[in-house]
Nanobody, 124 residues
Framework: QVQLVESGGGLVQAGDSLRLSCGASGRTPSIYAMGWFRQAPGKERELVAAITWRGGSTTYADSVKGRFIISRDNAQNTVYLQINSLNPEDTAVYYC?????????????????WGQGTQVTVSS
């Protein structure tokens, strides 16, 4: 089992920045990659960024390239998502997830463990 806990969400204004954190515990050596997803009201959950746990290779959705930065601290078992130049379209619940299989999945079904989510609300 892997437990994931997100933090760092909140209510911000357009143009602000946020850094989300996801702490992992349990069978962390079994993690191959970590992903950040978001789900806006009435929309499907979508991958915004992913990172391999050991090598640090990153993947981004085209819609967030240049504004979102994913990173990890293996010593702290923590993955971060830096979000810059926030706009109202970024309003969503942000989830982190752990993928135990080799290869970085881009779909929700590729991930085995999920955090509870953290709300990000951007006012215009």
């Amino acid at each position: 089992q892997v437990q994931l806990v997100e933090s760092g969400g909140g209510l911000v204004q357009a143009g602000d920045s946020l850094r989300l954190s996801c702490g992992a515990s349990g069978r962390t050596p079994s993690i191959y990659a970590m992903g950040w997803f978001r789900q806006a009201p009435g929309k499907e959950r979508e991958l915004v960024a992913a990172i391999t746990w050991r090598g640090g290779s990153t993947t981004y959705a085209d819609s967030v390239k240049g504004r979102f930065i994913i990173s990890r601290d293996n010593a702290q078992n923590t993955v971060y998502l830096q979000i810059n130049s926030l706009n109202p379209e970024d309003t969503a619940v942000y989830y982190c997830a752990a993928d135990l299989n080799v290869g970085v999945g881009r779909q929700t079904v590729d991930y085995h463990y999920w955090g509870q989510g953290t709300q990000v609300t951007v006012s215009s």
